[in-house]
């Protein structure tokens, strides 16, 4: 079973226009798509090596189902 944590956060608005942007030319997206593909990466990318991480980061990346 796939359990997802709900996350409030405060983004500069040049950061939301951008983010509306994309969102807009790439349906296949959502916000928490991209959250999740963002955060796992910087995980990944600062020394988190929990393989949890990385599972997110590429079932994200490419749409996988759980």
Not at 35 to 64: C, H, I, M, P
Request: no cysteine; hydrophobic share 40%.
């Amino acid at each position: 079973m796939k359990v997802t944590v709900s996350i409030l956060a405060e983004i500069p608005e040049e950061l939301h226009e951008s983010l509306k942007s994309f969102l807009e030319t790439h349906p296949s997206w959502d916000q928490d798509r991209v959250f999740s593909a963002a955060l796992s990466l910087f995980l990944l990318q600062n020394g988190e090596s929990d393989r949890r991480a990385s599972k997110v980061y590429l079932d994200t990346l490419f749409n996988y189902a759980a």
